[in-house]
């Protein structure tokens, strides 16, 4: 049985500079799905339009043209208030730099989602960061300036946070971008580790093919169209 | 209530320690300034209306001048005279006075009312003789309009009918003490002797010399003003609301109605222009102390964008971010009064012992009013959210997909 869908994208395109001269389409009509549970990348080269599509995904930015549905809703032209909430409801985000707030500890940083959501630190969303810093193997480091952290921490931290809320999807934008292979390669098993365990689903946007060939599903795109979408990953 | 807002705010705040202790501190001087300036101006012109005023009714009323009335002939047209000569005002009653007093007595503004009778004199000692003013007044309302008893400083505020109370200018020239004898004059009376029951100082050396107080009925008396008042004399509530009150008292009456601010008008002028100084210098303190704050806040928009840009991609809206800016303009408002108000106070406490009026007394007591430390919370708290406006709606539309690849 198929799982139920968690993103439906049916021709999107997305033009920077429309109805001005220096106008220029990136996404050329993009359709995929994504269903509950797919650890999925996004491979492609630099300028295929990877961040362009990870960002409407991750609803920071409108699609010029097409339908989206997230999570059974048409968001593609939702208002700015529904797309902050959704982001907050559905979507979990892991950045290439790891971006903690740097005036918060390990353990606030994986709170943050849940004060905007909860608007107060309760014991049972604390009791929950606590653990996913656990399971990250960073319960050592709650207290820690996420400054004091090395990248690798912080990225774990991050994982931690994108997962507070349990998001149905997480999107990572080259969450092991700038790690060594070590590290690299602790921080994949760590998302695998999160997808079998609690279900969540990971787009994963790499330009590390050998990462890519883990993945359940690869989905390459190139000059703003999909070239290729392949399901099975390499045991 | 608004926790996620607060705990950002706090933080960032306390994350930009320098920038946040320069401007709360910038905001603390302003403050302060406007406390110091407010306050000793508030002070100094209480003392300077209740020097004055001490000595003098809020409200005067008198009997209106006598004007010279062209008779009319019928079936001619009115008379027009290339000159007139004006009339020489003499000393009159008010007519019916009794029942004005009553009136206005009823009035609610006024809280005192007293009738006097006052007009010119002679007192006489021996071979010294001086030109003096007599009043005659009812001591106990009286004092209720001018505070005369507080200013005794020898004898007693006590007016039987041959009773005189002096000032201590006059007490010298004369070379007299209380119990001594006096011989009062006047145009239409050749005097009596009077024993001087009280000294009086109101501060002003002139006042001290000129007015010699009688009981009512001895002054009707000498002044050939039988049963007469030649004023009304009134205190009121607000002494600011008097010019009000005056105009209102003119509907009511044909007589001659005064506030202290026309008869004292260089004084009032002086007193509304500082005033209006005052409130020009205080509004552009509190604009630059809110550039200041704008300017902060701006620049830390920009150092936090990228941190904005997270925030907003985990699932901040604009209003959360909006909210974080402007309550960081509101926290340093409010630090920076509550800081500004202590420095404020202390730099009038040191004011107060340091600034001396001419003769050497403390040029304003301190009136340290909670209206005052209110307002200024009030007000920096309203510049503080002001201030924040720019940065916070500029942090608010920041792009999340830009700002999180600064």
């Known amino acids: ?235 | 209530m608004m926790k996620f807002e607060r705990t950002l705010a706090l933080r960032f705040l306390r994350e930009g320690r320098m920038q946040t202790a320069l401007i709360v501190g910038g905001t603390s001087i302003g403050v302060s300034l406007i406390i110091f300036i407010t306050g000793v101006l508030t002070g100094v012109q209480a003392d300077l209306i209740s020097r004055t005023l001490g000595t003098q009714p809020h409200i005067v009323v008198r009997p209106p001048d006598e004007v010279n009335h062209p008779q009319f002939q019928e079936g001619y047209s009115p008379v027009v005279f290339a000159t007139a000569q004006a009339r020489a005002q003499r000393l009159r009653s008010i007519d019916q006075w009794q029942y004005l007093a009553d009136e206005l007595a009823a009035l609610p503004e006024v809280v005192a009312l007293t009738p006097t009778v006052s007009g010119p004199g002679f007192v006489l000692r021996g071979e010294v003789d001086k030109s003096i003013t007599v009043v005659g007044i009812d001591p106990q309302p009286y004092s209720r309009v001018t505070k005369l008893d507080e200013k005794i400083v020898t004898g007693s505020l006590t007016l039987n009918p041959d009773d005189a109370i002096i000032g201590v200018e006059l007490a010298k020239d004369l070379g007299v003490s209380v119990g001594d004898k006096i011989h009062l004059q006047t145009a239409r009376s050749a005097g009596n002797a009077f024993k001087v029951r009280g000294v009086y100082d109101q501060g002003n050396r002139e006042a001290n010399r000129r007015f010699v107080y009688v009981n009512l009925r001895t002054g009707q008396a000498i002044l050939d003003l039988a049963g007469g008042a030649s004023s009304l004399d009134i205190a009121v509530k607000d002494i600011f609301a008097a010019a009000t009150i005056t105009a209102a008292l003119r509907q009511h009456t044909d007589q001659k109605v005064e506030s202290w601010e026309e008869t004292n008008r260089e004084l009032f002028t002086a007193l509304s222009n500082q005033t209006i100084m005052t409130r020009i210098v205080r509004s552009f303190v509190a604009i630059i102390v809110a550039i200041g704050i704008t300017s902060v806040l701006v620049v830390s928009v920009v150092q936090k964008q990228k941190e904005i840009g997270i925030l907003r991609a985990i699932g901040a809206s604009r209003g959360d971010i909006l909210r974080v800016f402007l309550l960081q303009g509101a926290i340093i408002g409010i630090a920076g009064a509550v800081c500004g108000s202590m420095v404020g106070t202390g730099l009038m406490a040191l004011g107060s012992r340091v600034l001396r009026a001419a003769d050497g007394s403390a040029l304003f007591q301190v009136h340290l009013s909670p209206g005052l430390y209110a307002g200024a919370m009030l007000v920096a708290l309203v510049f503080g959210l002001l201030a924040a406006t720019v940065p916070a709606r500029r942090a608010a539309s920041l792009d999340p997909a830009r700002a999180i690849r600064v």
């Not at chain 1, 869908?5 to 109805?19: A, D, H, S, V």
């Not at chain 1, 001005?20 to 389409?25: D, F, K, M, S």
């Not at chain 1, 290729?228 to 990953?233: A, P, R, V, W, Y």
Request: glycine fraction near 8%.
């Open chain 1, 1 to 235: 049985m198929m799982a139920p869908p968690i993103i439906t994208l049916e021709g999107i395109r997305k033009t920077y500079n429309e109805g001005t001269p220096i106008a220029q389409e990136v996404l050329h009509g993009v359709s995929f799905t994504i269903s509950e549970g797919e650890f999925t990348a996004l491979i492609g080269p630099s300028g295929s339009g990877k961040s362009t599509l990870l960002n409407i995904l991750g609803l920071l930015e409108p699609a010029s043209s097409g339908s989206y549905h997230l999570n059974g809703q048409e968001v593609a032209q939702a208002s700015e208030d529904q797309r902050t909430r959704a982001r907050l409801s559905t979507l979990g985000f892991i950045f290439q730099f790891h971006h903690l707030l740097p005036a918060f500890t390990a353990v606030e940083n994986v709170l943050m989602p849940g004060l905007m959501r909860d608007r107060e630190y309760t014991p049972a969303r604390r009791a929950e960061a606590l653990a996913l810093l656990e399971a990250v193997g960073l319960a050592h480091a709650a207290s820690k300036k996420s400054t004091a952290l090395s990248g690798g921490m912080q990225q774990r931290v991050a994982i931690a946070r994108s997962l507070i809320l349990t998001p149905k999807i997480v999107l990572a934008d080259e969450p092991t971008g700038n790690l060594d292979t070590q590290t690299a390669d602790d921080i994949f098993a760590l998302l695998r580790r999160f997808n079998k365990e609690r279900g969540t689903a990971f787009l994963i946007v790499t330009h590390d093919p050998r990462l890519a060939e883990r993945c359940d599903r690869k989905i390459r795109l190139v000059d703003g169209v999909i070239a290729e979408d392949l399901h099975g990953s390499v045991p």
